[in-house]
């Protein structure tokens, strides 16, 4: 067993725990050390019982005179023990945990920590933190008498079992530290040594993964004060004092944002070597280009033409494009994507647009043909129904369209398209890395261009997209009306109703109704579920009026129908979960209500709201909460005045934390344990620590070694 075994192949307590730690986020013993405190109690202050004052938070060493359970009348058991350490005597009582007469004995030498109080002419403790201290601790104690760890909990995993693991790691282990200029013995591999147990003394025969990383460069550490490693992790969990903590929690949040932007600097480094079969020629095509432009039945916004500008000029360099387009929902980016693919064609190549569900490519579909077939241009719809509806059975490998606009579909049909000049993938973040990487490999190093409507914070940006070039559309198309959004409180929610129904029937709008729960939940009786709503709704509230419901447990064809049969107006209010969220487009749909607004984030509010406004009708949001919280309310009511989605992200990010804004699985970045993206200035610096590094990778072997094994997974770089 080492540092880097799965816990599963530890002792029975382990494999008994294995999936309560899975849920934490630790599936090595290694994982363990970066499972950071959540918070700490201050139980630094050690004094004599006698010392200790009325009401204070201490903790006190002495001996054991008397430990014994007594019951109530109901039979209910009570811990009771008589503690002295010389200077006087205190009662300590517990409740319900009759298991302590068999773990504290008299005699046992203790250390409490908790509040002392007065009874009588009695000093008490109730329920106080404890620990036996035998004669091999030395006096050391980790859950008393210092500032105590509190992490993030699961069911059947406490704090304290927790604190104990990590302090095994910590000290009777003795956890070794490679460094980035570490020499590793010369018969070094790279497989672990299954017979090696940390802390014993380093042979040839030891392997590379045998040991924690140490990221940073010697001369990093020195230019910011950063303690090394291995004190980092002891004064995160076991710190002296707050100033400890301050320490290793900054060096350990540099060490995730260094390595986030040299492995973004490796992706760019490695994607510029990547040669193209041909750039795109731009200058002899401009005025068909201008002509697609000027057809438009509106001016493009500023944002759409600097967007525009920028990705033709990345189309004409013999380096393959790798950009980001990030705008709002209604900012124009198919718009802008749709310039680039007429180029492609223009040059003899093809296009290939891939959205994540079947109804976001046939939106695609029907745009991009009203486009762009005008000017002579072949577009085919390739999806998961197409062989069993004999659309579209024929071999793409000699497909004659100019573009074909798809679903996961394009990456398994059994084809390639070698004379792709472009690749557009819409909601780049809704698919997995590796099928990133398959569309980007069947297309021989094509130029590609990513989309996301998903506001990204901008310090955000330049972390987990620093490989990408991004441009942003950070402007709404002229004569865009703004969704007017209303939080609205409990007591107003029958006569919004009212306001709905009037709506309906005297504008022919149809309606979302959003919920965040498929199912009624046990734990939280308040939040709306869908297929509860759904029924309420239909019996009670709208019953003269249609209404469909989808949710993602449906199967995707079932989607398709529900959302096909809502754009088609067969139903005048729709009932769903944060699944119809990215992309569904719905011109007739002019109002959307939010249950339990607050469980949602602002920057998928502001996503949610973006289902409404397509057309040219005023467009509303109405956020219903329960919650009293005056900070809730407040984070909620900037909806009402903010409609701009990357200014709604930052302040999310200042509110609420980075949290998974990414999945990992999909995205290919792993959640930020420590580090926050709105610490800008610590961002900065592991920037710039970064971009001095990377040129002098050569000198730094360990940290080569591995970016190159991080880069061995199958992670694409748009």
């Not at 406490?158 to 956890?175: A, D, G, M, P």
């Not at 490999?441 to 490989?467: F, Q, S, W």
């Not at 199967?555 to 129908?561: I, N």
Request: aromatic share 8%.
């Amino acid at each position: 067993m080492n540092l880097h075994s799965p816990i599963s192949s530890g002792d029975r307590i382990f494999k008994m725990y294995k999936t309560r730690l899975e849920k934490l986020g630790i599936f090595t013993f290694a994982d363990f050390l970066y499972h950071i405190p959540a918070r700490y109690d201050d139980f630094s202050k050690v004094v004599s019982i006698a010392q200790a004052t009325d009401g204070e938070t201490v903790s006190i060493k002495g001996t054991v005179l008397s430990m014994q359970n007594t019951y109530t009348r109901f039979r209910k058991a009570i811990q009771k023990a008589v503690v002295t350490d010389g200077s006087g005597t205190v009662d300590i009582t517990w409740f319900n945990q009759p298991y302590l007469v068999n773990q504290i004995k008299t005699n046992d030498t203790i250390s409490l920590a908790g509040k002392i109080e007065q009874f009588g002419n009695k000093r008490t403790m109730q329920s106080p933190d404890y620990e036996i201290i035998n004669d091999n601790q030395k006096n050391q104690t980790i859950h008393t008498a210092n500032l105590v760890p509190i992490y993030h909990e699961t069911r059947g995993v406490s704090s304290k079992w927790l604190r104990r693991q990590v302090y095994k790691l910590l000290t009777e282990i003795q956890v070794p530290v490679i460094s980035t200029s570490s020499v590793i013995p010369a018969k070094a591999g790279i497989q672990k040594n299954k017979d090696w147990i940390p802390g014993q003394a380093r042979n040839d025969n030891t392997k590379i993964q045998d040991y924690i990383f140490d990221p940073l460069p010697q001369h990093i550490k020195e230019q910011y004060h950063f303690p090394d490693l291995k004190s980092a992790l002891q004064q995160i969990h076991f710190p002296e004092n707050y100033e400890q903590i301050a320490k290793a929690k900054e060096r350990l949040a540099f060490d995730e944002l260094f390595l986030l932007q040299m492995q973004s600097m490796h992706r760019r480094h490695l994607w510029r070597q990547i040669s193209l079969t041909q750039a795109l020629v731009v200058e002899k095509y401009k005025a068909k280009l201008e002509k697609l432009i000027n057809s438009l039945p509106f001016k493009l916004t500023n944002a759409q033409s600097r967007a525009i500008e920028t990705i033709l000029m990345d189309l004409q360099q013999e380096k393959p494009m790798n950009r980001l387009l990030q705008g709002d929902v209604g900012s124009g980016k198919t718009i802008v994507a749709a310039v680039a693919m007429y180029l492609a064609v223009l040059n003899g190549k093809k296009a290939v647009l891939m959205a994540p569900t079947g109804i976001l490519a046939e939106q695609h579909y029907k745009g991009i043909q009203r486009l762009l077939e005008p000017l002579g241009l072949t577009i085919e719809l390739i999806t998961g129904s197409s062989k069993e509806q004999g659309a579209k059975s024929k071999d793409l490998n000699h497909s004659s369209a100019n573009i074909l606009i798809g679903t996961h579909a394009l990456l398994y049909k059994k084809a390639d398209f070698p004379n792709a000049g472009l690749v557009v993938i819409d909601e780049q973040q809704r698919f997995g890395v590796e099928q990133r990487a398959l569309m980007r490999e069947k297309g021989n190093n094509p130029h590609v261009l990513t989309m996301t409507a998903t506001p990204i914070p901008r310090t955000m940006a330049l972390t987990v997209y620093g490989d990408l070039d991004v441009s942003y559309l950070d402007e709404m198309p002229i004569g865009r009306l703004p969704i007017k959004t209303w939080l609205v409180p409990p007591i107003k929610r029958d006569n919004a109703y009212i306001w709905i129904k009037q709506q309906i029937i005297e504008t022919d709008s149809q309606v979302f109704i959003i919920c965040p729960f498929i199912e009624e939940s046990e734990n939280m009786q308040t939040v709306k579920a869908a297929s509860v709503e759904f029924e309420r709704l239909k019996k009670d509230v709208f019953p003269d009026l249609r209404l469909g419901l989808i949710h993602g447990k449906m199967k995707s064809k079932e989607k398709d129908m529900v959302l096909q049969q809502f754009h088609n107006r067969e139903f005048d209010i729709l009932v769903a979960t944060p699944v119809v969220e990215v992309g569904i487009d719905i011109p007739n749909a002019t109002i959307i209500v939010i249950e339990a607004s607050e469980r949602f984030g602002l920057s998928q509010l502001h996503q949610l709201r973006g289902r409404v406004g397509r057309g040219d009708k005023q467009s509303y949001c109405l956020l219903f909460t329960e919650s009293q919280n005056l900070q809730t309310i407040e984070r909620l009511k900037a909806m009402e005045t903010m409609h701009e989605g990357a200014k709604l992200a930052e302040l999310d990010l200042k509110l609420r934390g980075s949290g998974n804004i990414y999945g990992t699985q999909q995205s290919g970045y792993r959640m930020l344990k420590i580090a926050s993206f709105s610490d800008v200035e610590l961002i900065e610096k592991a920037r710039n620590a970064a971009r001095a590094t990377y040129p002098n990778l050569s000198q730094f072997p360990k940290l080569q070694n591995f970016l190159e094994e991080s880069e061995k997974k199958k992670i694409s770089q748009d």
